[in-house]
């Protein structure tokens, strides 16, 4: 017997950043947006913990117990008393070290896996526990949908969406480290005064009408330009982004995706034709929001 959890990547259309905290993070305000690129994580017993992944990028994810899938399977099982003895195999579709919550993503797709392969009955406020230890983005991937994040991004509040907004992504063609362009980030702002980080209303309401036109004006990424100073080339990609006619052009979350917001579908496989032929990208995808959370197929 083997269970199969289907999980989604995220955008983030706020991301607006506090200076870093004691602990080293950063208080956010974080306006998060599930989009239909998926990984899928499949338990399976087996003697002891293995995890094996396969996907366009798998070369790059990392196969032991530091993989986000391993460590879920490892808390849950410690928090019920047995041992993790579970293959998990990761079918990889979202981008690594994008940007795009795909660690996030495998974390919390093996948490629902193991906890339906093993019977254990966890209950959604334990799930989402576990998740936060995980990560400050693993709560999202669990819950989909739209949502704003305060904290470390892990508190989550869920957020209403009245239409479909269709993505395209442009791939690049290496990662970028999260707390790296966090530290990009305190670089940047050193001896600036930054002001507590807040939801914007525009986004709220924008997401909740469904209205492209008036997300792709309030949206925001406070980590773009530390994105931007240390991959560069992404603003050349974000430009031929937006002279293809997207709505508006961001680095998704720390990077180095990039996110284009399309009037409608047929918007976006016309962006996507030209940003593929403009050879500043290494792959492009296309992609609706907001789509479900972590769910068993
Ligand atoms: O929570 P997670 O392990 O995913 O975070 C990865 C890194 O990103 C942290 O170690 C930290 O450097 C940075 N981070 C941060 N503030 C946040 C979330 C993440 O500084 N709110």
Not at 162 to 168: E, L, M, Q
Not at 185 to 195: K, Q
Request: aromatic share 4%.
């Amino acid at each position: 017997m083997s269970v199969t959890v289907r999980v989604p990547a995220k955008v983030n259309v706020q991301l607006a950043v506090g200076a870093a905290r004691p602990d080293g993070y950063h208080d956010l305000a974080n306006v998060f947006l599930a989009v239909s690129l998926y990984d899928e994580v499949t338990a399976t017993p087996a003697d002891g913990l293995r995890v094996t992944c396969a996907g366009p990028d798998a070369d790059q994810v990392p196969l032991d117990r530091t993989n986000l899938a391993a460590r879920a399977a490892v808390a849950l099982a410690e928090r019920h008393g047995h041992t993790p003895d579970v293959h998990l195999h990761i079918a990889k579709d979202i981008p690594v070290a994008g940007g795009m919550a795909g660690g996030s993503a495998d974390g919390a797709g093996a948490l629902l896996a193991c906890d339906a392969l093993w019977g254990t009955g966890a209950s959604r406020a334990e799930l989402l526990d576990i998740c936060a230890e995980l990560g400050s983005d693993v709560p999202f991937s669990l819950v989909g949908g739209a949502a704003l994040g305060i904290g470390r991004g892990e508190r989550l509040t869920e957020l209403e969406v009245g239409g479909d907004f269709h993505w395209v992504f442009a791939l690049a063609g290496r990662g970028l480290s999260t707390p790296a362009v966090f530290r990009e980030f305190d670089r940047l702002t050193e001896g600036v005064d930054i002001p507590e980080p807040a939801p914007s209303q525009p986004v709220l309401a924008a997401l909740a009408k469904g209205d492209p036109a008036a997300l792709a004006v309030a949206c925001a990424n406070d980590l773009q330009p530390a994105a931007l100073a240390l991959f560069p080339e992404l603003s050349d990609t974000l430009a031929a982004g937006r002279a293809a006619g997207a709505l508006t052009a961001l680095v998704s979350g720390s990077g180095p995706t990039t996110a284009f917001l399309a009037l409608d579908a047929e918007s976006a496989s016309d962006i996507a034709g030209v940003l593929r032929a403009s050879g500043t990208c290494r792959d492009v995808r296309t992609a609706v929001g907001a789509a479900a959370g972590a769910t068993v197929v």
